[in-house]
């Protein structure tokens, strides 16, 4: 897993979390599979949650790369560290824990794991 990559993204996630205050999701959703890395039912409902919180820098369809924002569409990091990400931040993108519910998390997870090619 490159680091480098990973962690200006998590930044700036943090970063336009911390400008966005869009609480209204709702609906839970279970995490990609880590198994195939492909998202399961569910991963659309986090689009709004990721152009609200992401889309800023990584562009609507994750491949932006604005602030050194890692392109989420070649991303191989499994849900276990995505999921690590967003709760704890990395680098220069700060923690989405108190920004984002556990359900926002697994939606924004899902919705991530759908931008990839």
């Known amino acids: 897993m490159n680091y480098t990559t990973i962690l200006p993204i998590i930044v700036l996630l943090a970063i336009f979390a911390a400008c966005s205050n869009n ?3 709702s609906d839970a959703t279970g995490p990609p599979s880590i198994k195939t ?10 689009k709004n ?7 800023a820098c990584h562009g609507s369809d994750g491949t932006a790369g604005i602030a050194n924002a890692a392109n989420l569409q070649i991303s191989r990091s499994d849900s276990t560290a995505t999921i690590q990400t ?3 931040g990395k680098g220069a993108m700060p923690s989405f824990k108190s920004q984002l519910t556990e359900e926002e998390i ?3 997870t899902n919705y991530l794991f759908s931008l990839r090619k």
């Open 49 to 55: 949650l990721f152009e609200a919180k992401c889309a």
């Open 106 to 108: 697994h939606k924004l």
């Open 37 to 46: 890395g492909k998202a399961v039912a569910g991963a659309d409902k986090g």
């Open 86 to 88: 967003l709760l704890n």
């Open 23 to 25: 609480n209204s999701l």
